[in-house]
């Protein structure tokens, strides 16, 4: 079971950081992504991190500005997000996953939390 927090409002150009708690023991044994997804759009990629945090994947429109990384001792993985724009306006969620290629995609039987919102004003 993954939750999300630390989303809310911030102007263009701030920062936010999100986090997606885990529980249990398997937590350190898989990867995590981050996906958001806007109203009216579909749920889209953000960014995902491997289970000991040496490899990371992210969007292209949110290279050089989103960080992921995990702290698995308090089974915590954080999106920090810099530089923030309107058009990252959405609910992000997270989820965890064996490999990559299966966090990093969209799944028919995935779960999903309530996920954070974030809002960015121009």
């Known amino acids: 079971h993954l939750e999300e927090s630390g989303g809310g409002l911030v102007q263009a150009g701030g920062s936010l950081k999100l986090s997606c708690a885990g529980s249990g023991r398997n937590f350190r044994t898989y990867a995590v992504g981050w996906f958001r997804q806007a109203p009216g759009k579909e749920r889209q990629f953000v960014a995902a991190i491997n289970w000991n945090g040496e490899s990371t994947q992210y969007r292209d429109s949110v290279k050089g500005r989103f960080t992921i990384s995990r702290d698995n001792i308090k089974t915590t993985v954080f999106l920090q997000m810099n530089n923030l724009k309107p058009e990252d306006t959405a609910v992000y969620y997270c989820?965890?996953?064996?490999?990559?290629?299966?966090?990093?995609?969209?799944?028919?039987?995935?779960?999903w939390g309530q996920g954070t919102q974030v809002t960015v004003s121009s």
């Open positions: 989820k965890g996953d064996d490999t990559m290629p299966l966090v990093s995609t969209l799944g028919s039987t995935d779960v």
